[in-house]
């Protein structure tokens, strides 16, 4: 009887399940999308149980629309929205509250509270972040101290917190299992990525008990077996990362210095740096890539807020286009931006920048200006914004980058991938199948059970589809860089701060 892999798909808006043969050839996916709760401006919170109810609806149904068992899946993969978190009752498996989704803001005082009382290197150092309430640990101390009686039950060592691979596992191995992996404890601001465990200081910082927290296992081995509630026979759960880091697995950077960029609604890139840490020295993060077989690989991350999401503007905010495919035609029906610049800060500037006062401007505009340049303007800042991180990449690293390894949505379109390699000036490289994420979650599952031998094997599934190689015609390109830095600079001055 054949065998697959499942791989699970936990993202911010809907949840997806996937089966893989071991050619990595997609045999069948199922998703569906769940509720996104806004209580109030800047808070998120999802249901922990739609959150499974949609997840283990999804499974059951990849697993069976083919007229698959579950007794041909050789292993369960699991990959997640990161620093999203959990807290329930260890005896009941209740939330306690709704999980606070990694976009929640309702932690930013507290998070300027620890910068001004000069926390920031020591945050830095140890756990490779900057204090920010994008990350899961103030999220914990929100819930404890404002959830009636949560903190009592937390300190009498009734209460589990998670990112969502825990609680997902908790739930798959019905409350057997309290486990996470190096990938999403790296996201929590609670771990300490030299020591790769729990840091005690930093848990006295947020006063956050000990005894919340989960075992932190490696991102390929076989953590338990699947319970009946779940499925009918035992499946095991062999493989667990966060997105962007089953991403850069499915991209298979596995070698220091590769690099990968997912063009979803924002932009989130990593770069593999190997076995040691690196402090970031221009507002990058430090993460950790993965743990398999015992040695732990590192990553410097930089994201981006706003990347496809410009192209629904276009589409809903100026009505410039009918749909997000017919940028490109638009785009390229001019032959270049003539001078006009958008910087699309609709949510402040990310990385490098991290100027959360900062919103969108289009600079340059002339009487000829059509709404062809500032779609094309659009585009190519999509590209700029990424040449920014990659520059900071290489200034932290010293490696100079050979080549990026590009998916998500907006990658299918060519004029921005020939763009972003002449921005940079690397050859840019669009894989035949760009399900990365999840493709990443089945091979560290699938490495797990033997499914797969070795990292090695699975290169070989990993195809190109497209190399995008930079214009030979430095000249306009150069000119175009100084003119975003100029944007930049000047979005910078005429920010109320
Ligand atoms: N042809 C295109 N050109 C540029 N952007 C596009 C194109 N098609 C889709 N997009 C953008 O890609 C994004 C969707 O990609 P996806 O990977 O599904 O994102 P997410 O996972 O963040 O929802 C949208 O922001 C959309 O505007
Ligand atoms: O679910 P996504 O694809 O929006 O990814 C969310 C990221 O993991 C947040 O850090």
């Not at 292993?75 to 005896?91: L, M």
């Not at 100084?482 to 109320?496: D, N, P, S």
Request: with cysteine; proline share 3%; glycine share 8%.
């Amino acid at each position: 009887m054949s065998q697959y892999i499942l791989a699970l798909d936990q993202g911010t808006t809907s949840s997806r399940a996937v089966v893989f043969d071991e050619k990595g050839t997609i045999i069948s996916v199922a998703q569906k999308e769940f509720t996104q709760i806004f209580p109030k401006p800047g808070w998120v919170e999802h249901d922990p149980d739609e959150i499974w109810s949609t997840q283990a609806g999804m499974a059951a149904e990849a697993v069976s629309k083919k007229g698959l068992k579950a007794e041909q899946m050789a292993a369960i993969g699991i990959t997640n929205q990161r620093e999203t978190v959990v807290v329930w009752d260890k005896k009941t498996g209740r939330p306690v509250y709704n999980a606070i989704v990694w976009q929640d803001k309702r932690t930013a005082d507290y998070c300027d509270e620890l910068k001004k009382a000069g926390k920031s290197d020591l945050i830095r150092k140890k756990t490779g972040l900057v204090i920010d309430s994008y990350f899961s640990g103030t999220k914990v101390k929100w819930i404890l101290d404002h959830v009636a009686g949560a903190r009592e039950k937390a300190e009498a060592g009734e209460l589990a917190l998670g990112t969502i691979d825990s609680w997902l596992i908790w739930k798959m191995t019905d409350g057997q299992l309290h486990i996470t992996d190096v990938t999403n404890a790296s996201r929590t601001m609670l771990f300490n990525i030299n020591t790769m465990d729990w840091d005690n200081e930093l848990l006295d910082l947020l006063t956050i008990p000990k005894s919340m927290l989960p075992e932190v296992k490696q991102s390929s081995e076989v953590y338990g077996h699947t319970c009946p509630n779940f499925f009918a026979s035992k499946i095991p759960i062999a493989g667990i990362a966060g997105d962007q880091q089953a991403a850069l697995f499915g991209q298979m950077c596995t070698k220091q210095g590769m690099v990968k960029n997912t063009y979803g609604t924002g932009c989130f890139m990593l770069m593999n740096i190997g076995e040691k840490p690196i402090v970031s020295q221009n507002n990058l993060l430090t993460t950790v890539a993965w743990k398999i077989n015992g040695k732990t690989q590192y990553a410097l991350e930089g994201s981006i807020f706003i990347a496809g999401a410009v192209v629904q503007w276009l589409r809903d905010g100026l009505g410039i286009i009918k749909n997000s495919a017919e940028v490109e035609k638009l785009a390229t029906s001019v032959d270049s931006s003539e001078g006009v610049f958008f910087v699309p800060a609709f949510a402040g500037l990310g990385a490098p920048h991290w100027n959360q006062h900062a919103q969108g401007t289009i600079f340059g505009l002339t009487r000829g200006s059509t709404d062809a340049h500032i779609a094309r303007a659009a585009l190519e800042s999509i590209a700029y914004q990424t040449m920014d991180i990659l520059k900071a990449m290489e200034a932290d690293s010293g490696i100079s980058i050979k080549e990026l390894r590009v998916d998500g949505g907006a990658t299918v379109n060519d004029m921005l991938m020939q763009f972003q390699a002449d921005v940079l000036n690397t050859v840019t490289v669009r894989p035949k199948i760009v399900e990365t994420t999840v493709m990443g979650a089945a091979y560290l599952a699938g490495l797990a059970v033997g499914y797969w031998k070795n990292p090695e094997e699975i290169q070989d599934i990993w195809q190109t589809d497209v190399h995008f190689e930079p214009t030979q015609d430095r000249e306009a390109i150069e000119k175009g860089i100084q003119g975003w830095y100029r944007a930049i600079k000047a979005l910078e001055h005429w920010t109320e701060k």
